[in-house]
C-alpha cells in the first residue's frame, strides 16, 4: 500500500512539473478595435516552443501565412486558406513574421516570438510593401 501511494505521489510530482502548453487566438479582422484596417489582433505576441497559434477567420477574405525568410532556421513555413480557421504549433525558437497574403500591401502583418529571443537585424531585409514595413517596425519595438 505505501509503495502504491508512493509510486503515485511521484507520478503526480512529475505531472506537476511538466508545463502545459497554451493556445493562442489570433483575430484576423479588417477593421480592428482601434479602427484600423486589416489587422491581426493581437498583432505581437510572445509565446513559448510548443505553443500553439489559432488563427480565427472574423472576416471574410483574411488568411495566415509565413512571410517570405521571415521564420526562424529549420522552421516550417505555414500557409493557411482564405476565410479559413488555421491552427499552428510552433516549437522552434525565433521571431515569424505572419503576413495576409490578400491584405499584405495594405499593412495585414503580425510578429510571433517564440521563446526568449531577440529580432534579428535582418528580420526586414529585402522588398516589403510600406505599410507592411511600417507595422512590422512598430511590433519589432515591443521586443
Given at each position: 500500500?505505501?509503495?502504491?501511494l508512493?509510486?503515485g505521489?511521484?507520478?503526480?510530482a512529475?505531472?506537476?512539473?511538466?508545463?502545459?502548453?497554451?493556445?493562442?487566438?489570433?483575430?484576423?479582422?479588417?477593421?480592428?478595435?482601434?479602427?484600423?484596417?486589416?489587422?491581426?489582433?493581437?498583432?505581437?505576441?510572445?509565446?513559448?516552443?510548443?505553443?500553439?497559434?489559432?488563427?480565427?477567420?472574423?472576416?471574410?477574405?483574411?488568411?495566415?501565412?509565413?512571410?517570405?525568410?521571415?521564420?526562424?532556421?529549420?522552421?516550417?513555413?505555414?500557409?493557411?486558406?482564405?476565410?479559413e480557421?488555421?491552427?499552428?504549433?510552433?516549437?522552434?525558437?525565433?521571431?515569424?513574421?505572419?503576413?495576409?497574403?490578400?491584405?499584405?500591401?495594405?499593412?495585414?502583418?503580425m510578429?510571433?516570438?517564440?521563446?526568449?529571443?531577440?529580432?534579428?537585424?535582418d528580420?526586414?531585409e529585402?522588398?516589403?510593401?510600406?505599410?507592411?514595413?511600417?507595422?512590422?517596425?512598430?511590433?519589432?519595438?515591443?521586443?
Amino acid at each position: 500500500m505505501i509503495r502504491k501511494l508512493a509510486a503515485g505521489m511521484a507520478i503526480f510530482a512529475l505531472m506537476g512539473s511538466v508545463a502545459l502548453a497554451e493556445t493562442v487566438e489570433i483575430q484576423m479582422l479588417n477593421k480592428g478595435p482601434d479602427g484600423e484596417r486589416m489587422v491581426f489582433e493581437p498583432a505581437f505576441v510572445r509565446v513559448a516552443p510548443g505553443d500553439t497559434i489559432r488563427f480565427v477567420a472574423t472576416d471574410r477574405g483574411d488568411n495566415a501565412e509565413t512571410g517570405d525568410g521571415m521564420l526562424p532556421e529549420g522552421a516550417e513555413a505555414f500557409k493557411g486558406r482564405n476565410n479559413e480557421e488555421i491552427e499552428v504549433t510552433l516549437d522552434i525558437e525565433g521571431v515569424y513574421g505572419v503576413i495576409c497574403k490578400p491584405h499584405f500591401a495594405m499593412g495585414m502583418v503580425m510578429t510571433i516570438a517564440v521563446g526568449d529571443v531577440e529580432a534579428p537585424e535582418d528580420f526586414l531585409e529585402g522588398r516589403l510593401p510600406r505599410k507592411a514595413k511600417e507595422r512590422f517596425e512598430a511590433q519589432l519595438a515591443r521586443f
